[in-house]
């Protein structure tokens, strides 16, 4: 009787293969994204776990102690980064996070996104994994793809390439000062701008609050701030960043209330 088999990381390369497939396809028909998403996030995680394996194939397992289970993609790179066996850079990482996201909102609910985020996206990763397989494991899966499907493949990674050079174009000719420019917490390029209070990334078009601690005066997206009441018996408050709400929190003179 015939048996069918993969390896863990055939497994994972026949998942980036279909990923760039649904990909190209999604040029054409726009629902194939959500396939080249959930199958990019797959092929990406196997590959971790085959890194995992090959050091030791124990820390495949969520409890190493009592194998049944294996990790997640949060775990996994986790576990690859605290022995570290690599390195996954803070652009890399916020891809990845962002696509597991995605994933699951596509498989427990719904997804709303635009087509250039999840573009850009799908460029980030795949140029990890392809790096990723490519130094970590030994292997240049680009042999395994057929030739067209790689020109396609750059097409998509040139797409990110421009966005962000046309971005960085606009800064220079706007004479955007350089320390008022953020990494953007959507598409992870380094062209959020905050000057003049535009608070826009100029790649993916992403608009955000941007607002300043109460405390040490520098500023921070919005979401990373805390409401801080002043008075409890009036309404003033103030927005206040993680580190002065620590350091707050330990003041012994500190009598105010946190309005999380």
Known sequence: MSKFELSLFDNSADFFEESVRQAILAEKKIGSWKYAILFIVQSIELALKEQLSRA?????????????????????????????????????????????????????????????????????????????????????????????????????????????????????????????????????ANTFVIDNDINCCYTCGLKEAVRQCGFCDEYFFGWELNHYAVDLHTSDTIWICDNCKKHQDHNENFDGDWDD
């Open 56 to 188: 030791h194939p124990l820390l495949i397992w969520e409890d190493v102690d009592k194998p049944g289970r294996t990790v997640g993609l949060e775990r996994a790179l986790r576990r690859i980064s605290n022995a570290e066996l690599a390195v996954v850079t803070e652009v890399e990482t916020r891809a990845i996070n962002q696509a597991l996201r995605w994933r699951n909102e596509i498989t427990h609910y719904k997804i709303s996104e635009s087509v250039r985020n999840l573009k850009m996206n799908f460029a980030t990763l795949a140029g990890f994994y392809l790096d990723f397989v490519r130094d970590k494991l030994g292997i240049d899966i680009s042999g395994r793809l057929p030739a067209e499907m790689l020109s396609e493949l750059s097409l998509i990674e040139d797409y990110r390439s421009e966005l962000i050079n046309r971005a960085r174009k606009r800064m220079d000719e706007e004479q955007i000062c350089p320390a008022l420019v953020w990494q953007c917490p959507e598409c992870q």
